[in-house]
């Protein structure tokens, strides 16, 4: 027997239409850094890492938006969620990017981390700046590791991998505390 997958990705406009008229469960799947730093006001952070045991407490009709940074990991939740006997849940098309690029509501905590992103550009350029200078005035032995940070850099750019964010976000500054 096989499991048929709801169709049930809704635009920005949608997903701002139906929390206007019907109140959802707006979930952020994504990591505590990342909700900190931009979210959908009335969005509960639920990182994709913690749905499965957070969902348990949910009735299976409750009405859900998830959403995560530019969708991939919303609609991984979906399926998740659908696999799971979930009937009335949805997924935002281009995630959070996408409703802040559509003009809609946002709020950020006031002292949000940098982006993982930026953390890592300015991580990885110091790393190479470093080596580049170690190679240049004690050995170019050093230059090999330059080497390594740069195929390491376009081998992540191609395969686009999460444990990079999911290392960040256990680091002490990412770590979001409610109050």
């Known amino acids: 027997?096989?499991?048929v997958l709801p169709t049930a990705v809704l635009s920005p406009r949608e997903v701002h239409?139906?929390?206007q008229t019907e109140n959802p469960l707006?979930?952020?799947?994504?990591?505590?850094a990342e909700y900190a730093a931009?979210?959908?006001?009335s969005a509960q952070i639920i990182p994709l890492s913690e749905?499965?045991?957070?969902s348990q407490q949910w009735k299976r009709e409750t009405p859900i938006i998830l959403y995560c940074q530019n969708g991939a990991r919303s609609e991984q939740a979906r399926i998740f969620m659908a696999l799971r006997g979930f009937t009335n849940h949805r997924s935002m098309k281009g995630g959070y990017l996408a409703w802040k690029?559509?003009?809609y509501p946002v709020e950020a905590s006031e002292?949000?981390?940098w982006s993982f992103d930026r953390q890592a550009k300015v991580a990885i350029g110091l790393a190479l700046a470093g080596f580049t200078a170690a190679g240049?005035?004690?050995s170019p032995a050093f230059l090999a590791v330059d080497f390594a940070i740069a195929a390491a850099l376009i081998t992540f750019a191609l395969t686009a991998p999460r444990w990079p964010a999911q290392l960040l976000s256990r680091l002490p500054w990412n770590r979001v505390h409610h109050s």
């Open 1 to 3: 027997m096989s499991t």
């Open 17 to 19: 239409d139906q929390i």
């Open 26 to 32: 707006v979930v952020d799947v994504r990591e505590p």
């Open 38 to 41: 931009g979210r959908i006001p």
């Open 51 to 54: 749905l499965r045991q957070v």
């Open 101 to 103: 690029n559509a003009g």
């Open 111 to 113: 002292r949000a981390p």
């Open 136 to 138: 240049l005035a004690i």
